[in-house]
């Protein structure tokens, strides 16, 4: 399983029901879910964006049908990053010369 960041900012629409956002992040990590992703840490955020999750997906296709799905609720824009872990980090730079 490969590793994503988002880094996720509310919308207008998200930030006038903020009052829900635990609600709506217990239903994400159940589409994620169902999508074939595993979600790990999601925390709110002070700063630049308003959340900041880590996930596991299997491809880069899944991370983006999550991306996608969290996007259609329309209560936040998210940007996601792929994240390597240090035996990865290892792996891609022992094929540099």
Same mark, same amino acid.
């Given at each position: 399983?490969? *590793?994503?960041?988002? /880094?996720?900012? =509310? ?6 029901? %903020? $009052?829900? @956002? %635990? $609600?709506?992040?217990?239903?994400? &990590?159940? %589409? ?11 925390? =709110?955020?002070? !700063?630049?964006?308003?959340?900041? #999750? ?6 880069? +296709? *899944?991370? *983006?049908? %999550? ?8 209560? #936040? &824009?998210?940007? @996601?990053?792929?994240?390597? !872990?240090?035996?990865?980090? +290892?792996?891609?730079?022992?094929? /540099? $010369?």
């Amino acid at each position: 399983m490969a *590793t994503y960041i988002m /880094l996720i900012n =509310w919308t207008d629409q998200g930030i006038r029901s %903020v $009052k829900d @956002t %635990v $609600k709506r992040a217990h239903a994400f &990590r159940e %589409v994620a879910q169902g999508l074939g992703a595993t979600l790990g840490a999601l925390k =709110w955020t002070l !700063g630049a964006y308003d959340l900041v #999750v880590s996930m596991d997906c299997p491809d880069d +296709e *899944t991370a *983006t049908r %999550v991306g996608l799905a969290l996007g259609l609720q329309g209560n #936040v &824009r998210s940007s @996601t990053l792929r994240a390597f !872990g240090e035996d990865e980090m +290892e792996r891609i730079l022992s094929g /540099l $010369k």
